[in-house]
């Protein structure tokens, strides 16, 4: 059958066939009453004849009423609610189905359309949705009172149908005029929500009580562990009073109430009663601490949904594997594991004991039985896995490791050794448990039993005197002709006594021997042989095994490189012995290279003694006579050690070795010099003056005569040093110090100071430090003559035209920038400094230097600006330091001043800075540790370091003081800039 159905603004034909729907109701059942489909997504507007049924009723008037009843439901169904529409296609159909039972059979003769009266369920339902019509409509007109001043519709009283609601979705409902068929049909089903369901539900909703209540009631029960009788209740009922659960329990006096809210604390009483269980009888001692089970308690794991799929996966899996292959150990093993992840112990016992049923000889399942069970029982396993296994070292190791006492353990290792006499780790277990004497005796039977053992036979040796030892390491040898071993336990042995000839004789036939019996032994095996014979305390030893096997396998032209690589490894490694006799074969073959000389120097120095780094010196002075080096440092550390005299015998020899040398002349008059020896010393540059003339030389004679304040004798030997070496820029430097320092500040010393910069820097011109001498001189020459005005300008010309001569030189522009701001001009040391930076944009001088001067809010954008620049350069780094310690940063200005004296030890500004920060913040203990690490250090540069530490004044201060002079100078110069 047809029927058109307006739904919105658009018409649908639905057809539907009895033989359709009978279909339908088989495939899903009989659909519940009141079903509508497609209600949910709005698309109800229509009942088909199945879910009505026949037409019943008189054809005439019956169809008539129906008629006008269904158009006067139509009429309104345009303007009512959803439920009115579906009434009105209700009415509808019905007076269809009344035209078609007419026309089928009639009324007046009995057909089969006339015959059935109309059903009382559509009645029903028109009442219930005109009751559901009615009291939707009340909702509306109460709540569109305010705004209608409480008027209803005037549509014949039908304001209780007229609904609200569905006007407010009208553009929702035009706008389905757009919905495409297959848009709608994937429209989703939704599920019954209804209220009636709802409500159904409720009676199983359960509120939980608030602790507070729990409490309340827990203190109207008497008995604190009543609430444990709950556990066995049958039955529940609600407390009227306050809504607490009581069960009934069933006894044999009669009925008797327990309320569960006592649960609570009977849980706290049987917890407490537990753990006095477990508590020792001693009073106040307790076997299981309350606070830590309570807290392993919380740490329990509780295992996830997925992690259970997890572990039956795996039980599905390993029952396969079980029933694939019975005798397969690893998957009975596998399976019991599973079960004791899974918390289920005693169900892994039984599939482990299963186990060792189907796989008796698998010694792996017997362990994990012994494992998984308690101790006694685990050694009743073991017991039946021995009858089984009668070999199975590990398994009689278990089983002496679950034994409580010694002898029970010695019993079953010697059950043990019994069935296993070959076993050599069943043999070190049972020699362990033994004295020194029980011991010897067994490790004499083990050899016996295991003679390819040689860990048995050294440990024998080891126990023996000293003749049965050598005896022992004989029958060894014989045993083992192959091992190295032996033989070197051999060479310990006798180093040991004191006899240190037969160690080199050992080694020498231990690898002829191996030699002999074809035993393959590398170069490398042997010298790390040689480094474990050195760490057990046999350095003579290490030194045999190198004589004789450093030059296995390596080419005559590669042992120089080879063996100055595997010195400087052992020494790298800590075998200082090793790598000594390394060096000393190869300076037996190679006795003139000076690199290995140095090497062996240097080794001694730093791990040798006095002694042994003298004893190296003198022969590398007789090997290498004409190399001064070894002569100045073997002199330099007798005079260390405070032995002046033989320092001045080795000079002596240097002497006659090198009689023309420079660097030993200056060395024996700066021994002198240092000693108080001024006669001497002068003595000695005297000679050295005829013997070897050189600008060094006569720049320390003058300086020994300025240092002694005979300025006019120095001031001669300026001169004639000049007039022999007129590009010594040092005597330039000298001779204008002399006279605008060390003599009377006059006019005539003025001049004569400029005389000799001024011939300095033409015969020098590339001298910054003489540019800078030069200028510093006429900034100061008002002091000279009180008629000059500030010589600021003449000094500035002097940089400019220094600068032409020398660009690029971060020095002269730094000078400049300093020199500007003495004399008040920061503006022009701002432009200085830019135009510097643009010159030598990556100069760690000039970026230190923009660092301190700038403002204080621009420190930080500087600073960063300069490390990237220069990431590496102390003098930054030193700077970035200084500016974290302004702003209290301690932790970052230590990290950044370690940094820097990192990069360069050298420096020794850097060292000064450190000292006078530790000073400041830290304790006393950093600041010697700073000290000595700069004493150790022995800085020689540093801008201020270098104009501090060649003062006059200071020239005989040691490295320590002068530390602390450059650090308080560093401070003087912080106070004037705050």
């Not at 308690?374 to 490791?401: C, G, W, Y």
């Not at 043990?416 to 277990?429: D, I, M």
């Not at 048995?456 to 030892?469: S, Y």
């Not at 005297?686 to 002694?708: F, G, I, Q, T």
């Amino acid at each position: 059958e047809y029927l058109e159905v307006p739904v919105a603004t658009q018409s649908y034909r639905y057809s539907c066939s009895v033989d359709d729907k009978e279909i339908e109701m088989g495939l899903f059942g009989e659909p519940p009453k009141g079903y509508v489909p497609g209600l949910g997504r709005g698309a109800a507007g229509f009942t088909t004849r199945s879910d009505i049924g026949s037409g019943a009723g008189p054809a005439g008037a019956a169809s008539a009423s129906a008629a006008s009843g269904a158009a006067s439901a139509a009429a309104g169904s345009g303007t009512g609610s959803r439920s009115a529409e579906i009434r009105a296609a209700r009415m509808q159909m019905k007076a269809m189905q009344q035209q078609q039972g007419v026309g089928v059979g009639g009324a007046a003769n009995g057909g089969v359309g006339g015959s059935q009266a109309p059903p009382d369920d559509d009645d029903e339902a028109d009442a219930i949705y005109a009751s559901i019509d009615e009291r939707m409509g009340g909702r509306g007109s109460k709540r569109k009172r305010g705004d209608d001043g409480g008027t209803a519709a005037s549509d014949g009283g039908s304001s209780a149908t007229s609904g609200k609601i569905g006007d407010q979705f009208r553009e929702l409902k035009d706008k389905l005029a757009d919905v495409t068929e297959d848009e709608w049909a994937a429209i989703p089903d939704v599920g019954d929500y209804s209220l009636k369901h709802k409500q159904n539900r409720r009676e199983d909703v359960f509120t939980p009580l608030t602790d507070t209540l729990l409490a309340d009631r827990s203190k109207a029960n008497s008995d604190p562990t009543s609430g444990t009788a709950a556990l066995a209740g049958n039955a529940q009922v609600m407390d009227a009073a306050d809504g607490t659960a009581t069960t009934t329990v069933a006894a044999a006096g009669g009925h008797q109430s327990v309320r569960l809210s006592g649960l609570a604390e009977a849980r706290g009483t049987v917890l407490g009663m537990s753990l006095d269980k477990m508590s020792d009888s001693v009073s106040g001692q307790t076997v299981v601490d309350p606070k830590g089970y309570l807290t392993s308690l919380s740490s329990v794991k509780v295992a996830s949904e997925a992690e259970i799929g997890d572990i039956n996966k795996a039980r599905l899996l390993l029952k396969s594997v079980r029933d694939t292959n019975p005798k397969h150990g690893p998957g009975w093993i596998a399976a019991a594991r599973v079960e004791e992840a899974a918390g289920k112990t005693h169900q892994a016992r039984r599939l482990i004991q299963e186990g060792c049923e189907s796989c008796p000889d698998s010694e792996d399942v017997w362990l994990e039985a012994a494992r998984l069970h308690p101790q006694e029982v685990a050694k009743t396993i073991l017991a039946a896995a021995v009858r089984h296994i009668p070999n199975s070292v590990k398994i009689f190791l278990r089983a002496a490791d679950l034994e409580n006492n010694d002898s029970a353990k010695k019993a079953v290792l010697r059950k043990g050794l019994e069935a296993n006499p070959t076993s050599v780790t069943l043999w070190k277990a049972a020699i362990e448990l033994e004295d020194a004497d029980d011991a010897r005796i067994l490790l004499g039977v083990a050899v016996e039993k295991v003679p390819h053992s040689v860990e048995m036979w050294l440990a024998l040796a080891r126990l023996e005197t000293h003749e049965n030892a050598r005896k022992v390491l004989n029958q060894a040898r014989k045993a083992l002709p192959a091992d190295r071993s032996i033989w070197i336990a051999a060479a310990k042995l006798e180093e040991g006594q004191g006899t240190g000839d037969v160690v080199e004789k050992i080694v020498d036939k231990a690898v002829r021997s191996l030699a002999k019996h074809e035993a393959v032994v590398s170069r490398a095996q042997w010298l790390k042989d040689a480094e474990n014979a050195e760490a057990s305390g046999a350095p003579l030893t290490a030194a045999a095994i190198v004589k004789h096997t450093i030059g296995m396998g390596v080419d005559p032209e590669d042992r120089l490189r080879t063996w100055a690589d595997d010195a400087a490894g052992a020494k790298e490694r800590g075998a200082v012995s090793t790598a000594r006799a390394i060096l000393a074969h190869a300076l037996s073959a190679f006795p003139s290279k000076r690199s290995l000389w140095t090497q062996a120097v240097e080794l001694e120095r730093t791990h040798g003694t006095k002694q042994s780094l003298d004893e190296v010196l003198a022969a590398a002075s007789e090997r290498l006579p004409r190399v001064e080096i070894f002569w100045l440092v073997r002199a330099k550390e007798r005079w260390m050690a405070g032995n002046v005299e033989g320092a001045r015998e080795v000079l002596t020899e240097a002497f006659a070795a090198n009689p023309d040398s420079e660097a030993v002349w200056l060395a024996a008059a700066k021994l002198e010099w240092e000693t108080g020896e001024a006669e001497r010393a002068r003595v000695l540059l005297r000679r050295a003056r005829d013997r070897a003339p050189s600008a060094r030389v006569y720049m320390k004679s003058a300086l020994l005569e300025r240092e002694n304040r005979n300025f006019s004798d120095a001031l001669v030997l300026i001169e004639e040093g000049l007039s022999k070496y007129p590009d010594f820029a040092k005597l330039y430097m000298m001779g204008g110090q002399i006279c605008s320092e060390d003599l009377s500040q006059d006019k005539a010393h003025l001049e004569r100071a400029r005389k000799f910069y001024q011939r300095g820097l033409q015969s020098c011109p590339n001298n910054v430090i003489l540019w800078i001498q030069a200028s510093r001189l006429e900034e100061r020459a008002g002091e000279f003559d009180s008629s000059l005005r500030s010589g600021v300008t003449k000094a500035r010309s002097l940089l400019e035209l220094s600068r032409l001569k020398n660009p690029k030189n971060p020095e002269l522009w730094v000078e400049a920038i300093r020199l500007e701001r003495r004399a008040g001009n920061d503006k022009l040391a701002i432009t200085l400094m830019a135009r510097a930076l643009q010159e030598c944009p990556s100069s760690g001088l000039l970026l230190a230097e923009n660092i301190t001067t700038a403002p204080r809010v621009e420190q930080k954008s500087k600073s960063a600006d300069a490390i990237k620049k220069c990431p590496d350069d102390p003098r930054v780094i030193a700077a970035v330091a200084s500016l974290f310690a302004s702003e209290r940063k301690l932790e970052k200005a230590r990290k950044w001043f370690e940094r820097a004296v990192v990069l360069d030890p050298d420096v020794g500004d850097s060292w000064a800075k450190y000292y006078l920060f530790e000073t400041g913040t830290g304790s006393s203990g950093k600041k010697e540790k700073i000290k000595e690490r700069c004493i150790a250090a022995e800085p020689k540069h540093g801008e201020l370091w270098c104009s501090v530490m060649k003062e006059m004044t200071n020239r005989r201060k040691s490295v320590g003081e002068g530390l602390e002079l450059v650090a308080n100078k560093i401070q003087q110069q912080q106070e004037l800039l705050n």
